[in-house]
């Protein structure tokens, strides 16, 4: 069961692997961004981008996603969430919990009207991440 919902990620993303197998999922970063929650609820506007230049692993054999930043960010999968895929984006959603044991959902966001353009979003209840990536399989 875990092989086939791996192989169905694999699909979803559109990375046209020519065989399917169980190896993690790699991506570079370029840059990221962030924004957090104003006292009223509302957010900021996003950060400008910076260079960020870091692996992005996704293993769904062990459930799980690693972000070799500076320091080490480590995010167990609780839950694969329903796929989204329509002529605008493909959306593959996570229920996480990091490192330090903080409940987040992570978004693998394939805009397909922006060339395929991809991106890693880290959603907390006070604070978001958006990661520019591209795939390095």
């Given at each position: 069961?875990?092989?086939?919902?791996?192989?169905?990620?694999?699909?979803?993303?559109?990375?046209?692997f020519q065989k399917a197998s169980s190896q993690p999922i790699r991506f570079k970063?370029?840059?990221?961004?962030?924004?957090?929650?104003?006292?009223?609820?509302?957010?900021?506007?996003?950060?400008?981008?910076?260079?960020?230049?870091?692996?992005?692993?996704?293993?769904?054999?062990?459930?799980?996603?690693?972000?070799?930043?500076?320091?080490?960010?480590?995010?167990?999968?609780?839950?694969?969430?329903?796929?989204?895929?329509?002529?605008?984006?493909?959306?593959?959603?996570?229920?996480?919990?990091?490192?330090?044991?903080?409940?987040?959902?992570?978004?693998?966001?394939?805009?397909?009207?922006?060339?395929?353009?991809?991106?890693?979003?880290?959603?907390?209840?006070?604070?978001?991440?958006?990661?520019?990536?591209?795939?390095?399989?």
């Open positions: 069961m875990r092989k086939l919902r791996f192989l169905f990620l694999l699909i979803a993303l559109n990375f046209g970063s370029s840059s990221v961004s962030f924004t957090d929650k104003k006292s009223d609820g509302s957010w900021n506007e996003w950060s400008d981008f910076v260079n960020a230049n870091v692996l992005i692993t996704l293993d769904a054999k062990k459930d799980l996603i690693v972000i070799n930043s500076a320091e080490v960010q480590s995010f167990k999968i609780l839950s694969y969430g329903e796929i989204e895929d329509n002529e605008e984006v493909n959306i593959v959603p996570f229920e996480c919990m990091d490192n330090k044991f903080s409940k987040c959902n992570i978004f693998i966001i394939t805009k397909k009207k922006e060339n395929n353009r991809m991106q890693i979003y880290i959603n907390y209840n006070e604070v978001k991440f958006v990661y520019n990536i591209y795939n390095v399989n």
